[in-house]
C-alpha cells in the first residue's frame, strides 16, 4: 500500500482553497467591473439622469471665467472698451475695468440650465450606447459612440439653447442684465422666442460634429489607456481632456458663427443685427476679418474644453461608479 505524507495533503488542500479564493475573486471582479461598463439591470435612467447633472454643473462651473473671454474674444465688431489683443490681455482688460466678480457674470443661467440638459445628454447617451452594443469591453465601437455621442447632443441642446443665449448675452462688454430673468425678458421683449433658437440648427451643427469627435476620441483612448475598462479616475480625466480638446479645436470656426447668432441683438451693425443663419453669419465673419476670424477665440475654447471635458467625464464617471454600486438604495424609477 502507498503510504501519503500528511504535509502533501494538508499542502494539497491550500492549493485548492486558494484556487477556490482566486476563482471566487476573479468572478467577483468581473461581476464589478460588468455591473460598471455593461450597467446592472437596476440601474436606472435616473441614476444616469443624476449622474449627468452633476457631471455638467461640474463641467461649467469650474471653467467658466476662460469661457466668458472666449466669447468676448470671438464678438465680431465690439465696443471699444471690448477690443482685446490676446487672452492675456482680456483678462487683465476685464478684470480691471470691469471687476474681478465680472468673470462669473452669466454663470447662473449655466447653472439652472446644464443640470437638466446634461442629465438628458448622458441619460440619452448611455440609452443609444446599451442599445447598439457599445458597452462590450471587447471590442471597439466607433460607430456607437459617434452616434450616442449625436442624439445626446441633439436632445440635450434643445433644453440648453436658451440658457446659453442668455449666458452670451450677460457675458458681453456692456451687458446691463444682472439676473437672468432680466436678461431672459428684455431679449423676449425685443426679439421674440426666436431669439432663443436662432442659433440652434448652427450649434446642432457644431455639437454634433464635435461631440461625435469628442466621444469616439474619448472611447478609443480610454480602452488604449485602460484595457479592462475598470473606473480610473485618471485614465477618465486625460482621456476626457485630450478628447475634448482635439474636439474643440476642429469645430472652433462653427463655435465663431454661433456666438455672432447668439449676441446679435447686442451688436450696433445693422447686418449682425438681423443675420438669420449660418452661412449669412459665416460671410459677415469673413467679409470682416478673412478666413482668420474663424479661429478667433480657439485658445480659450481648446483651454476651457480640456479641463471641462476631463471634469466632465471624471464626474460623470464618478457618480456612475457610485450609483452602480449603490443601485439597490439609488433606484429611483
Request: overall charge neutral; charged content about 15%.
Amino acid at each position: 500500500m502507498e503510504a501519503h505524507n500528511p504535509l502533501e495533503k494538508e499542502a494539497g488542500d491550500y492549493e485548492y482553497v486558494y484556487a477556490t479564493i482566486d476563482e471566487g475573486l476573479a468572478e467577483s471582479l468581473l461581476t464589478e467591473l460588468h455591473s460598471y461598463e455593461g450597467l446592472p439591470e437596476n440601474y436606472t435612467l435616473a441614476n444616469n439622469m443624476l449622474a449627468g447633472a452633476f457631471a455638467g454643473i461640474a463641467e461649467h462651473t469650474v471653467m467658466y471665467p476662460v469661457d466668458l473671454l472666449k466669447t468676448r474674444m470671438q464678438v465680431v465688431k465690439p465696443s471699444p472698451g471690448a477690443i482685446y489683443s490676446g487672452l492675456t490681455n482680456a483678462f487683465t482688460t476685464i478684470t480691471r475695468s470691469e471687476g474681478t466678480w465680472s468673470l462669473w457674470r452669466g454663470m447662473t443661467s449655466v447653472i439652472v440650465g446644464a443640470g437638466p440638459a446634461h442629465a438628458v445628454y448622458f441619460a440619452t447617451y448611455e440609452t443609444v450606447k446599451q442599445a447598439m452594443g457599445g458597452n462590450d469591453r471587447n471590442t471597439h465601437h466607433p460607430l456607437a459612440a459617434a452616434t450616442s455621442g449625436a442624439c445626446a447632443t441633439i436632445a440635450s441642446d434643445a433644453l440648453m439653447n436658451p440658457f446659453d443665449v442668455i449666458k452670451q448675452r450677460m457675458q458681453v462688454h456692456g451687458s446691463t442684465d444682472r439676473t437672468i430673468s432680466q436678461c431672459a425678458r428684455r431679449v423676449y421683449q425685443r426679439e421674440g422666442v426666436k431669439a432663443f433658437y436662432v442659433s440652434y440648427p448652427t450649434t446642432l451643427c457644431m455639437t454634433v460634429p464635435y461631440t461625435a469627435l469628442q466621444f469616439m476620441a474619448y472611447e478609443f483612448l480610454s480602452k488604449v489607456m485602460n484595457p479592462s475598462r475598470a473606473y480610473d479616475p485618471l485614465t477618465h480625466c486625460v482621456a476626457g481632456g485630450l478628447a475634448g480638446g482635439f474636439a474643440a479645436g476642429l469645430t472652433t470656426p462653427l463655435d465663431v458663427i454661433k456666438t455672432l447668432l447668439q449676441t446679435r441683438g447686442t451688436a450696433s451693425d445693422a447686418k449682425i443685427r438681423t443675420a438669420k443663419g449660418l452661412i449669412v453669419a459665416a460671410s459677415i465673419i469673413k467679409h470682416e476679418y478673412g478666413y482668420g476670424g474663424f479661429f478667433r477665440g480657439w485658445r480659450p475654447r481648446i483651454i476651457t474644453a480640456m479641463p471641462s471635458t476631463a471634469i466632465c467625464w471624471s464626474s460623470y464617471e464618478m457618480a456612475k461608479a457610485y450609483f452602480s454600486r449603490h443601485s439597490d438604495s439609488f433606484s429611483i424609477f
